[in-house]
Every structure is written in structure tokens, then in C-alpha cells.
């Protein structure tokens, strides 16, 4: 007002006039002037959007939803490399993180843009980039990331199912180019609708790029993997003021709130050295490896390192037991099994509460254990030299000892690990963790234990601790019904406890669709406070005999007995898929297999399998003709029962 008075008195008419309309706009819109504008209002950092709200200075927003895994997530790698050091970088962090994933070396990837414009959903990129202030590959990506969002015919936000993260490798001394490139780039995948998972960190060469990069993988397998439901970073996504990249040490500090209790200082082993489950499970003749894993010689390994047998595995799968390792990486479960031959030394919880120990170092440890014990046998009456000489040489793990192997976090890479060494995985579950099953990736063979059929018996034979464990049992056979894998239902019979359901049994069947089930009777594992079991409860031969055939006659033609171990206590059931011109095809072809995993092409069960030999047919007892029958005397046999448990 005082603007136009002034106009008006200095006699100019036209700047009192102009003075008006100014004003009267200003306050019809409601602006208000007496209040001063921040002269650094559209410089201001953007704010990060805390859960829910708006995000300060956002242009528009994208709806961000929380990671969520599938069993066909697929991380893919990208990083670019001059002179080598991002691609070791980008190699190292491969065994940190989960599940199935694909290292590119962007520099020479063919359809890099298919990649960027047109993903498979649920894709988790995560690209290492260094920076260089000259020309190099890496400007390729960038201009590729700048042409897809300029590009009018792809859509507008192409990569909303993908998530992200970028690491940055660069040199301190370019100040204030310090990872520019990588700052770049997350602000692209961004602005492209990715979903980010983490804000860009980057590495300096000249301080601890390694150790930084490591934590930052560790992190991210902790988002993706052990916290599915995690809410990702949600930074803005298509904003150009993009959340503001970080290249200082704090953000890995910030990074470690959200790391996962087992890496908490102070977080408890899970068998320690000086715990009663340590000494407990030694004394049964388990090597206790690390933290929670262990390994024992099985009595069966025993038995063919001395030509008198193998277990029925061998019979039913071809796997030779002075071959075989049997090693758990999980010593807890969320079970107390009636017929357990643990009897309470096990320590069991529903989550992983305990230090994490790293695939390498558990594998390590297990071979050692193993061999070291097949050492032990070397002075044994009986030995076979070639067997000993053979069992040097691990070619089977059975991950099945005690406990819950996919209870183990790194479990997918510890088994990549094995097939490396051209190891066969045979991983059994008891159907407790359906995010894990979900995760679990290919091995040679997957189990289910089935060890009873309605949500009573479950209960009366398995004592879950979770309250939901009969629709978590549910859910793990429906997953494991799409599963491409060669996988088996193992149905342990315990008299006066599940042998009577077996029209439930058929029910289950239907719905997890093993290739196979294995029925066997259980083992008697001797009487202890927390077990009731005896004799009485173990069924005869024809008894298991009787329930398969009852079992099958429910399942109609899809399922046919096809191999026995009678030693053993245990048949075969197999999905007629594996009858090939009428001839059984339950042994596996493992030099196939690890072809396929090589190869890195999708294949199934069908793919490796190999023709049981006449003498494991149903009907023919299934013992290896060239083992020597052995029978032990009764004494011994009492005492051997109580000790040995045959996978
Ligand atoms: C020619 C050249 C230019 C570089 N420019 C930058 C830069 O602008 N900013 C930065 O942070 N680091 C810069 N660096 C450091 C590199 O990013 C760093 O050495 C990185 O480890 C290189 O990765 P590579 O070994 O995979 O090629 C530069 C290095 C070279 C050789
Ligand atoms: S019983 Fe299990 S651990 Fe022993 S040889 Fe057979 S598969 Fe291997």
C-alpha cells in the first residue's frame, strides 16, 4: 500500500497503477509478503521422506513399495573397469551376497539398454562404478541411463519392479569428482523408477575401498535376504534433486543401524566351547564346526569304508556313503522331534539370534572334521584300502545331520560353494521357514521331512515351537510344488504315532508334488527324558511295505514303488516321469549335474537322471552286490541301534 502512495505522490501513475495489480494478485492467491522467501529455497537439499510423508521439494511422487523377494529374484552385477580393480572389487562381494545372481561386465555386455529399458521384474541391479574424469566405457551406461529416460516410446518409469543400489569406487584426491560418475548414475536409476535400496556409497582406493564395498554387500544381503519386508531407502525417485549422494565413511556407519543383530557386538554364539551343547554333542561324536555348524561320520560311511554296505541312499540315488559327508551348517531348529537323537542337547529358536558364521569358513571346517575322522578309521579291522583311498575325495553332502540347514542365512551360497567342488547337496527341511524354502536355490536333491500328516500328529511327533508351524508346513510344500528340482518327501513311520493317516499322506502328496517319497521306518535311537520312543514304536519291513502300498493305491497312477533298502526299513516311491520304457531312473547323473549348473541354463530333474540298477528295484532287497552281507551279533546290533541314525 505504501508502494502505491509513493508512486502516487512521486507523480507517476503507471507504476501506482502497476503497484495495485501486484498487490491485489498477491493477495487473492494468497501469498504472503510480509514473510521473507528463503533466497536458498529451490538449492535446499532434499529431505529424506520419513515413512509415509511427502517428500520436501519432490516434484512428483512415486509410490514405493517394500523389497520383496521372490524365488525367481535375480541380482544382477553391473560394473565397469579400466585397469581391473572394480572387477575385483565387484568378484569379492559375490560370496557376501544371496541367491542366484549375474556379474556383467557392463564394458562388454551385449543389450545393455535391453537391460535398462525393458528389466525382468523383480530384478535387483546392483552396479559398481568408479569414476573417471576422461573418457572411458563407463560413459557408454551413463549416456544409455540418459537415453531411456529421454526416450519418449519407453514408458516413463521402466525400471519400477527393479530394485537397486550403486557403489562408487573412486580417489579421494579428485575431491570434489570424487565418484561423480557413480553419484550419476544412481540418480539415473532413480530417476528411471528403480527402487533404491540403499543411498549411494562409495569407496575411496586410497583408504579401505575393499572393507567398505564389503560392508556395503553385507548390508544389502541383510535387506534382501534375512529382511525381506525391509523398507528400501526411499528416497525420492524422479526427482532431480535426488537424495544427496554420500561419499563419507558415515553413511557405512549409518548403514550399520540396520545390520541384523548377529553382527551386534556382544551377540551370543550359538554353541560356544564352553556351553553344556557343546560338550553334549562332541561326546555323540559330532565335530563342532565354528559357531553353529557340525559334522560326524555317519555310521554308514563306516559300514562301506569296510564293503559291508551303504545306506539306502546309495540303492535309491547311486550316492556312496564312504563318498559322504553329513554336515549341518544349522545346529538350532524351531522343532523338539519325538524320535531326535539329540534329545534336548540341540538348541532350537524360531529366528537366528546367534553369530553368523561365513560359508568358506564352514565349509573349510566341515571337510577337515570329515577327514579327520576318516582318518581315524585307518587301523580298523576290515578297512578296504581302495575305499579309504576314495574317501579322500568328498563327493556327496548330506545336509541333514541335525538341526535346520535352511535356517542358515548364507545357505544358498554354501551350497554353490559345494557344487564347485563338484559336491552333491542332499538339504533336508522340516517345512518350518517358507521365506527360506522360498530362497532356496537348485541342489542336487531337496528334502521335505514329512513326519506326520494332520496338524495333531505334527504337533504330537514334531513339537514345534512356532504356533503356526501347520500353515507354515503348508506353505513350504506349495512352494515346493513349483520347484523345478529334484525333490523328495522323506516320511518317517513311527508306530502308534502317524501310520495310520494315510489318506491324509496322499493329501500332502497332491499338494507338494515330490518327484519322490521315501517311507522308512523310524529309528530307534534308545529312551531318554525327552524322547518316550521304544522298540514298539519302530515298524517291520512289512509293515512299511504294507503302508506304501496303501499310499500308492491313493495316489493313483502319477506314483509307482520303485526301489527298496530293506536293511534300511525304506522304499521308494517315484513320479512315473522317472519310469523311462519301463525301467526305474531314480540314480542320479552327477557328472550331469554339475554340467547343467555350469552351464547356467535352466534345467530339471528329468535332465539328470540315470537308471536304477536291477538289484534296488522293489522286490530285490536293494543291497549293493558288491558289499558283503553282514550281519552284527545281537549285542552289538542293541548297541549300535541306540547310536546311529541313517539319513
Ligand atoms: C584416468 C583416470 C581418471 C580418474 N578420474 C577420477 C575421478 O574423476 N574421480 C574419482 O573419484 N576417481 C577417479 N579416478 C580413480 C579411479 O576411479 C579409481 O582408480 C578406480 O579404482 C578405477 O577403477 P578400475 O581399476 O576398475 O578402472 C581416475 C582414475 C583414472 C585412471
Ligand atoms: S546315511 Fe546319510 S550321511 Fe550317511 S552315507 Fe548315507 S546319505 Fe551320507
Known amino acids: 500500500m505504501l508502494g502505491v502512495l509513493v508512486a502516487a505522490v512521486w507523480g507517476d501513475l503507471r507504476f501506482a497503477v502497476l503497484y495495485f495489480i501486484l498487490l491485489f494478485t498477491a493477495i487473492t492467491c494468497g501469498a504472503d509478503f510480509t514473510r521473507e522467501i528463503p533466497a536458498n529455497i529451490f538449492e535446499k537439499k532434499i529431505k529424506r521422506k520419513i515413512k509415509g510423508s511427502l517428500v520436501v521439494g519432490q516434484k512428483k511422487k512415486i509410490p514405493q513399495k517394500p523389497v520383496k523377494l521372490t524365488e525367481n529374484s535375480v541380482l544382477h552385477i553391473f560394473y565397469s573397469s579400466l585397469n581391473g580393480s572394480t572387477e575385483r572389487f565387484a568378484q569379492s562381494i559375490v560370496p557376501i551376497l544371496p541367491y542366484g545372481h549375474h556379474l556383467h561386465n557392463i564394458d562388454y555386455l551385449p543389450g545393455l539398454d535391453e537391460y535398462f529399458s525393458n528389466p525382468a521384474k523383480d530384478s535387483t541391479y546392483l552396479l559398481i562404478v568408479p569414476s573417471y574424469n576422461t573418457q572411458s566405457p563407463l560413459d557408454y551406461l551413463l549416456s ?76 544389502l544381503h541383510d535387506l534382501l535376504l534375512e529382511s525381506p519386508d525391509l523398507t528400501p531407502d526411499d528416497s525420492p525417485s524422479d526427482s532431480e534433486e535426488d537424495a544427496p549422494p554420500s561419499n563419507s565413511i558415515a553413511d557405512l556407519e549409518d548403514m550399520g543401524a540396520i545390520m541384523k543383530i548377529s553382527r551386534a557386538p556382544g551377540v551370543k554364539e550359538m554353541v560356544s566351547k564352553d556351553s553344556p551343547t557343546y560338550n553334549a554333542l562332541t561326546k555323540q561324536g559330532y565335530k563342532i564346526v565354528g559357531t553353529h555348524s557340525g559334522v560326524k561320520i555317519c555310521r554308514w560311511t563306516k559300514s562301506a569304508l569296510r564293503g559291508r554296505g551303504s545306506c539306502y541312499k546309495f540303492s535309491f540315488y547311486g550316492i556312496r556313503s564312504h563318498n559322504c559327508m553329513e554336515t549341518t551348517p544349522s545346529l538350532a531348529c524351531a522343532n523338539k522331534c519325538v524320535f531326535c537323537w539329540r534329545h534336548g542337547t540341540n538348541p532350537v529358536g524360531t529366528s537366528w539370534r546367534w553369530k553368523i558364521d561365513p560359508p568358506a569358513v564352514i565349509l573349510e571346517g566341515a571337510i577337515k572334521g570329515h577327514l579327520e575322522k576318516i582318518k581315524t578309521m585307518k587301523g580298523v579291522p576290515g578297512l578296504r584300502l581302495d575305499r579309504f583311498e576314495e574317501a579322500q575325495t568328498i563327493k556327496h553332502c548330506a545336509l541333514s545331520l541335525v538341526g535346520e540347514p535352511i535356517f542358515y542365512p548364507h545357505i544358498n551360497e554354501f551350497v554353490s560353494m559345494l557344487h564347485e567342488r563338484h559336491i552333491s547337496s542332499f538339504l533336508v527341511t522340516n517345512a518350518q521357514h517358507p521365506d527360506a524354502m522360498a530362497r532356496m536355490g537348485q541342489v542336487t536333491q531337496l528334502y521335505v521331512s514329512i513326519d506326520a500328516s494332520t496338524k495333531e500328529s505334527l504337533k504330537a511327533v514334531d513339537r514345534p515351537l512356532f504356533k503356526d508351524f501347520w500353515e507354515r508346513f503348508l506353505k513350504c510344500l506349495d512352494i515346493l510344488s513349483t520347484k523345478r528340482q529334484r525333490t523328495i518327501y522323506r516320511l518317517t513311520l513311527v508306530k502308534g504315532y502317524n501310520v495310520r493317516e494315510i489318506g491324509e499322506y496322499a493329501e500332502l502328496v497332491k499338494r507338494g508334488k515330490p518327484c519322490f517319497i521315501e517311507i522308512k521306518g523310524v529309528t530307534y535311537c534308545g529312551n531318554s527324558d525327552q524322547s518316550n520312543l521304544t522298540m514298539s514304536n519302530v515298524p517291520y519291513f512289512d509293515e512299511v511295505v504294507t503302508f506304501t502300498e496303501k499310499l500308492v493305491s491313493y495316489l493313483g497312477p502319477s506314483y509307482g514303488i520303485a526301489a527298496e533298502h530293506e536293511h534300511s526299513n525304506c522304499i521308494l516311491v517315484a513320479r512315473k516321469e522317472f519310469s523311462v520304457d519301463g525301467v526305474w531312473h531314480t540314480w542320479i547323473n552327477y557328472d550331469r549335474f554339475f554340467e547343467l549348473i555350469e552351464s547356467g541354463e535352466e534345467f530339471g530333474p528329468e535332465d539328470y537322471m540315470s537308471p536304477t540298477p536291477a538289484w534296488a528295484v522293489f522286490g530285490m532287497g536293494g543291497f549293493n552286490p558288491e558289499d558283503e552281507r553282514w550281519r552284527r551279533k545281537k549285542k552289538e546290533d542293541a548297541k549300535s541301534e541306540k547310536i546311529n541314525h541313517a539319513t
Open 144 to 219: 544409455t541411463l540418459r537415453d531411456i529416460y529421454h526416450d519418449f516410446r519407453v514408458g516413463k518409469n521402466p525400471l519400477l519392479k527393479v530394485n537397486f543400489a550403486v557403489f562408487g569406487i573412486g580417489d579421494g584426491d579428485y575431491a570434489h569428482e570424487f565418484c561423480y560418475q557413480a553419484k550419476e548414475a544412481d540418480k539415473l536409476m532413480g530417476k528411471l523408477g528403480a527402487r533404491r535400496l540403499l543411498k549411494v556409497q562409495c569407496g575411496d582406493i586410497r583408504v579401505d575401498a575393499q572393507g567398505s564395498i564389503e560392508k556395503w554387500a553385507t548390508v
